[in-house]
């Protein structure tokens, strides 16, 4: 038996695995919410114990109008974030009903400096933009992230988090 936390609420609970190719994405209904969900074995087995693998950083999806706080980690090379949507295929699907978050809005990049990872920012583009501290990125700008920084796409905000980077780095 496998467990399984809802997106949504939070709430855990099991499933038997063994019916399921580890290649086929798997369709839950939260018994607590009734929120609708899918997710692959691979995902399943990466969050057990509620942990993400954040060796690489990850971003934190907050509430907002359209939907919850979701997390998601990063890899090294490009993490293309967008609207979660059947047929598209991008690293962070974000789950939300925000039209104007494109399905590929925009790409963290990812790559190693000095023993502690490197993140830049870029738009895809997208019709609406990316923004970070509130200032919009311009056509093939890529900017330098920083642990705590706060990126809009659509409607939707995330936080950028960093392991290893002091806040004491962003101000000096």
């Known amino acids: 038996m496998k467990q399984v936390v809802c997106p949504k609420c939070g709430k855990e609970f099991t499933f038997d695995e063994s019916r399921y190719d580890g290649s086929c994405h798997i369709s839950f209904i939260c018994p607590g919410c009734r929120k609708r969900f899918v997710m692959s074995l691979d995902e399943i087995e990466a969050t057990e114990g509620g942990d993400i693998d ?9 509430e907002n109008a359209f939907g919850y706080r979701q997390e998601f980690p990063l890899h090294p090379g490009d993490n293309l974030i967008g609207r979660a949507s ?7 699907a ?3 009903s925000d039209m104007s978050m494109d399905r590929r809005h925009c790409i963290i990049h990812v ?9 830049t920012l870029r738009d895809n583009p997208s019709l609406t933009g990316t923004f970070l501290r509130n ?14 920084d706060v990126v809009s ?3 939707a905000t995330f936080i950028v988090h960093i392991p ?9």
């Open 54 to 62: 954040a060796s690489h950083g990850y971003i934190t999806v907050l």
């Open 86 to 92: 059947k047929g598209t295929e991008v690293d962070i």
């Open 94 to 96: 974000i789950e939300t």
């Open 111 to 119: 790559k190693e400096k000095g023993g502690r990872p490197q993140l």
């Open 135 to 148: 200032t919009l990125l311009g056509d093939r700008e890529r900017a330098l992230l920083h642990d705590g």
């Open 153 to 155: 796409i659509g409607a």
């Open 164 to 172: 290893g980077e002091e806040e004491d780095d962003y101000f000096e």
